[in-house]
């Protein structure tokens, strides 16, 4: 993940109902959604989101079923035309592309994975696979030969030639997942695309995609009502709630501090341990940590990783930054208080 904004979202509003735009215009903006609906039968679905998404993260828009997450980021797209407010790619503002520029944009810089699939079904796989590269007017040979490798990368091997119907449910999401990889974007949007599957699959298709994504290092927004698969799968994480965004952090920052009831309640089920880091609970190194030659561990590693190390050592381990310098230190005693803790 670099530091290079890619998409830029400023102050995006999408209001459904007869006359959006005069509604934004004349509606006090502290009332709550249900109090607009109520006073001008207007409904506001994304109510004055801001985000910025580097390049080569993984952006997780979570939430539950109402939240407004797949209209905000049906916006991000152009399938839904916000009300108002910048989507700004690559420094372009796309909200004044005209159709065809919004075409080139869907058809070579964004691709997207869906929740049931969508396939083709009288195509096979390895047809579905090429059709993105099919409409760019790539000739047959080629768009074969690119079909052929992405379908190896994402575990398909030996399954080019069989229909969708002749595949489990976690084959066929590879098939779509392999889909929107052919065409090379630069950005992936992925609509709940797991919620269907078994749980066992579930989280195969996770690990997979985090393999993926480790490979080809590209902008994925991923789009879900689970906050235990937002917190593995996301680089950054909004949770919205009635159209707005509640809060914007990394998991570790969600789960350490939550800014309120509604996204506490996601957080109170997650092992802290798993998320948190030494630094986010080291405290101050004292003088014979730092003389001692106390063994060292980075302030970047997971508690879950230094439960043996911990029990192992004489005493306090020494944390240190990306330089090795020594910045605090930690014991086992710490290290089990998060492990119990919830809070």
């Avoid at 049906?74 to 839904?80: D, E, G, Q, T």
């Avoid at 229909?163 to 889909?179: D, H, I």
């Amino acid at each position: 993940m670099s530091d290079t904004p890619q998409i830029v979202c400023n102050n995006i509003w999408k209001i459904f109902g007869s006359y959006p735009e005069r509604t934004l215009e004349t509606i006090d903006r502290s009332l709550s959604r249900a109090e607009v609906q109520e006073q001008t039968g207007h409904v506001i679905a994304v109510k004055d989101v801001s985000f910025t998404i580097n390049k080569g993260e993984t952006f997780v828009v979570m939430g539950l079923s109402g939240s407004g997450k797949s209209t905000l980021v049906r916006c991000i797209s152009r399938l839904i035309k916000p009300t108002a407010g910048e989507m700004i790619i690559d420094g372009e503002d796309i909200m004044a592309y005209d159709d065809a520029k919004l075409t080139e944009l869907r058809r070579f810089r964004m691709s997207m994975v869906f929740q049931h699939f969508g396939l083709f079904p009288h195509r096979k796989v390895i047809d579905n696979i090429s059709f993105g590269l099919e409409i760019r007017g790539m000739n047959k040979k080629e768009r074969k030969a690119k079909a052929m490798e992405v379908l190896e990368k994402v575990g398909l091997h030996g399954w080019a030639d069989h229909y969708p119907r002749e595949l489990s449910g976690g084959m066929q999401q590879r098939v779509g997942l392999a889909r929107a990889m052919a065409v090379d974007p630069e950005i992936l949007i992925f609509d709940e695309p797991f919620s269907a599957l078994d749980p066992l699959i579930r989280r195969e298709m996770q690990d997979e995609l985090l393999k993926i994504q480790a490979e080809v290092h590209k902008t994925m927004i991923f789009i879900t009502h689970d906050f235990l698969e937002a917190i593995k799968m996301g680089d950054h994480i909004a949770i919205m709630k009635d159209g707005e965004v509640s809060q914007i952090g990394t998991p570790e920052e969600i789960v350490a501090n939550p800014v309120d009831d509604y996204v506490r309640e996601f957080t109170e089920d997650v092992p802290r341990y798993k998320v948190l880091s030494v630094g986010k609970i080291m405290r101050e190194a004292s003088a014979a940590t730092r003389a001692n030659g106390a063994e060292r561990v980075n302030q970047h590693a997971k508690l879950d990783s230094l439960i043996d190390i911990a029990i192992a050592a004489e005493g306090p381990l020494a944390v240190v930054d990306d330089d090795d310098a020594i910045i605090g230190e930690i014991d086992q005693a710490m290290i089990l208080k998060a492990m119990d803790s919830r809070s």
